[in-house]
């Protein structure tokens, strides 16, 4: 899957990204909005990630939920 196809689809995929991120709010879910940027800004400030961190674990989790 990639980015655009999960921001298109964020309503369906914000259960799965709160069951992988439990630490994210359901008000974090809608401030991301299927935003890259926003939801690793978020995953830095709830579990303490650097950027790079963040960004290989949201890599890492898009490529289990390919279609």
């Not at 196809?5 to 259960?15: A, E, H, I, V």
């Not at 400030?45 to 963040?54: M, T, V």
């Amino acid at each position: 899957m990639n980015w655009d196809s999960l921001k298109g689809d964020w309503k369906m995929m914000k259960g799965q990204v709160r069951q992988k991120w439990g630490k994210l709010t359901d008000d974090d879910l809608e401030q991301i909005a299927g935003k890259r940027d926003e939801f690793l800004g978020r995953l830095q400030q709830r579990y303490g990630y650097k950027k790079e961190e963040a960004e290989k674990h949201v890599d890492d989790w898009m490529k289990t939920v390919g279609r």
